[in-house]
């Protein structure tokens, strides 16, 4: 299979059609980014890269880092992980209170705000140095000291961070939050704020194409069965609200971020990390959407 010629080819075609959405602005550092860049990069299990547009470009990966967190934590709690969060698409956005107040506290998935803080709270009292230690884990994966937290970009965070206070404060009262709010907050603004390219973010969801071992940093990093079980989380609630569309498209396990990353893999084939920053009203990147899916069109193949 010739992946360099598929992407160029779906970079061309994309292109040439150029469907639009709009950039995050919910704070002003990701309302500021150059629209129009674009990115693909494709990794196949033998560390093989193929590259087209802005794929060595860093950007802000965002909710893409609730997948790193999550494969860190999974690996430490194991299923006692699923007491304190479920595994059902929620079917709203990603920032939404609404289904916490009827189950209890207990958010539907670990892709969800609500569930992604529970992770980072179980990954704040068990990591002694936390935002440091997912920096130096993404590094590891990537196979280089790649990971950048854009300083700006989390204070800004900080500085709009009214609903997911408000969340944290919610899974505290149904005693589903350890450590203080304040603290696991500050290490989840971090993770949104790592800048990082296409290239290195594919290389970093390599293990997930290769039964949780990373050819990048050399070891198993979770289980083949945990590899699966993230895989599976990806395809029912990696898109929020949209996530049975992503399914129905594209057809692979994937994770999108608001500053327009989509990271995805085909199960012992290849990862695939695709970056455009203008996003849907469902704060998924249009062109990294359509590319995919024109990917797997093209390949004939996907989970399916
Ligand atoms: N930093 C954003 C938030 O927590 C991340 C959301 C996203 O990428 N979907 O609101």
New binding site residues.
Partial sequence: MDYQKLIEEVYDEIQKENPRGKV?T??PELANVDPDQFGIALVDLKGNVFGVGDYQTAFSI???S?VHTLAMVFHVFKSKLWSRVNVEPSGNP??SIAQLEFEKGIPRNPFI?AG?LVITDALYSKFERPTDQISDFINELSGRSCVRINQEVKES?KNHAE??TALAYFLKAHKNFDNKVEDVLDV??AQ??IEMSCEDLAKSFSFLANDGYSIFAKREIVSESHARRINALMLTCGF?DESGEFAFRVGLPGK????GGIAAVMPHKFSVAVWCPELNDK?NSVKSIKALELLTDKLKFSLF
């Fill in positions: 995050a919910y704070i965002q909710s893409v609730k990603f920032n705000n992604a965070e609903r997911n989840y603004f949104c704020a929020y999108s971020g608001v500053g704060g």
